[in-house]
T-cell receptor, first 115, second 110 residues
Framework: AQKVTQAQTEISVVEKEDVTLDCVYETRDTTYYLFWYKQPPSGELVFLIRRNSFDEQNEISGRYSWNFQKSTSSFNFTITASQVVDSAVYFCALSEADTGNQFYFGTGTSLTVIP | AAGVIQSPRHLIKEKRETATLKCYPIPRHDTVYWYQQGPGQDPQFLISFYEKMQSDKGSIPDRFSAQQFSDYHSELNMSSLELGDSALYFC?????????FGQGTRLTVV
């Protein structure tokens, strides 16, 4: 069973629009970590954020913000005023503290920002 | 800050040949992961090492092997290469819970 679900396969927005990428996860561990990575066309996986399961504070970093809700097992990512450089595939990932020997990735959301 | 270094960045091999991918983790990180990402796919876990010992194994073919050396660098050895092995191979370096990925090695098997 998929531990991390990113239901949106592809999203297209016009530049300056806001966009939210959804991530739903599944785990039985009480301590776990959630990540977002950006994969631009060049291929590297760029770390964006890590969130611990015991810290539900939402976070904002510039145009990026993350909404972590344990009640719905979701860790959504919003880009405000999108730019063409935001075009990439975005992966949500889960690492479980008790069995933290691998990262479980979602299938990714391909975001295209149209100028 | 030092990042995860993978070499080579690109590799072209013929079917049935052998390839070795190298990963140099961030200093003082105790865990290394290897992932394989096929075209249009999400990264798939292959294997991990904690303090130079294999800690978990994913969907790694028997033709592949990996190890972590005393200096903490890791190598992924791939033998009898098949066309389907063409993919982006990532190494990740972690000191729980932080984890950073290298830029990847793009392997093309022809």
């Amino acid at each position: 069973a998929q531990k991390v679900t990113q239901a949106q396969t592809e999203i297209s927005v016009v530049e300056k629009e806001d966009v939210t990428l959804d991530c739903v996860y599944e785990t039985r561990d009480t301590t776990y970590y959630l990540f977002w990575y950006k994969q631009p066309p060049s291929g590297e996986l760029v770390f964006l954020i890590r969130r611990n399961s015991f810290d539900e504070q939402n976070e904002i970093s510039g145009r990026y913000s993350w909404n972590f809700q344990k009640s719905t097992s979701s860790f959504n990512f919003t880009i405000t005023a999108s730019q063409v450089v935001d075009s990439a595939v975005y992966f949500c990932a889960l690492s479980e503290a008790d069995t933290g020997n691998q990262f479980y990735f979602g299938t990714g959301t391909s975001l295209t920002v149209i100028p | 800050a030092a990042g995860v270094i993978q070499s080579p960045r690109h590799l072209i091999k013929e079917k049935r040949e052998t390839a070795t991918l190298k990963c140099y983790p961030i200093p003082r990180h105790d865990t290394v992961y290897w992932y394989q990402q096929g075209p249009g796919q999400d990264p798939q876990f292959l294997i991990s090492f904690y303090e130079k010992m294999q800690s978990d194994k994913g969907s790694i073919p028997d033709r592949f092997s990996a190890q972590q050396f005393s200096d903490y660098h890791s190598e992924l050895n791939m033998s009898s290469l098949e066309l389907g092995d063409s993919a982006l191979y990532f190494c990740a370096s972690s000191s729980r819970p932080e984890a950073f990925f290298g830029q990847g090695t793009r392997l093309t098997v022809v």
